[in-house]
T-cell receptor, first 110, second 113 residues
Framework: QKEVEQDPGPLSVPEGAIVSLNCTYSNSAFQYFMWYRQYSRKGPELLMY????GNKEDGRFTAQVDKSSKYISLFIRDSQPSDSATYLC??????????FGKGTHLIIQP | EPEVTQTPSHQVTQMGQEVILRCVPI?????FYWYRQILGQKVEFLVS????????KSEIFDDQFSVERPDGSNFTLKIRSTKLEDSAMYFCASNIGQLDTQYFGPGTRLTVL
């Protein structure tokens, strides 16, 4: 079983829709959870950083962590064409580098 | 806003040659990292570096790889004898503390022919 599972998509939704992106993980040692956005051939850009179960909101973005289910989500409200990118979930045990999911390719149709 | 920078943006080399990828982390950061991303695959951790020594390294980071902080600003990744399978995007990242947000550079695309 892979440490972090993420559906690669592509996920295509109309502009203005609510987008839900998800990751599951198997390692209980992960304590910190992040969502990065990556445009083609660019470096990952941090969107959200959480370390506890529950919700965290920042503008149109909400990150949700459920440690009991080993499941994290990112919601994007009022999606825009500029949100089209690959979204990477990443996790940290606090001891070394981040473990990434494969990324979900998101397409927002104008 | 401070950012991580990387040079070159694209490096083409012949198999067996040595390459050095360069990074300038954010100036007040203390922890430095290298990751790689093979085309179409996930971002993978290579190595972390703190206080002038390697903190952690992955199975990928074998004897062909080395890292160095030659001065107060640069952080380098050296691949001694490149292989075709080393072709990938290489990302440098840094953070202030080990548990803080890691900020990534734009990457160096390495192509081994």
């Amino acid at each position: 079983q892979k440490e972090v599972e993420q559906d690669p998509g592509p996920l295509s939704v109309p502009e203005g829709a609510i987008v839900s992106l998800n990751c599951t993980y198997s390692n209980s040692a992960f304590q910190y959870f992040m969502w990065y956005r990556q445009y083609s051939r660019k470096g990952p850009e941090l969107l959200m950083y959480t370390y506890s179960s529950g919700n965290k909101e920042d503008g149109r973005f909400t990150a949700q962590v459920d440690k009991s289910s080993k499941y994290i989500s990112l919601f994007i409200r009022d999606s825009q064409p500029s949100d089209s990118a690959t979204y990477l979930c990443a996790m940290d045990r606090g001891a070394d580098g981040l473990t990434f999911g494969k990324g979900t390719h998101l397409i927002i149709q104008p | 806003e401070p950012e991580v920078t990387q040079t070159p943006s694209h490096q083409v080399t012949q198999m067996g040659q040595e390459v050095i990828l360069r990074c300038v982390p954010i100036s007040n950061h203390l922890y430095f990292y290298w990751y790689r991303q093979i085309l179409g695959q996930k971002v993978e951790f290579l190595v972390s570096f703190y206080n002038n020594e390697i903190s952690e390294k992955s199975e990928i980071f074998d004897d062909q790889f080395s890292v160095e902080r030659p001065d107060g600003s640069n952080f380098t990744l050296k691949i001694r004898s490149t292989k075709l399978e080393d072709s990938a995007m290489y990302f440098c990242a840094s953070n202030i503390g080990q548990l803080d947000t890691q900020y990534f550079g734009p990457g160096t695309r390495l192509t081994v022919l």
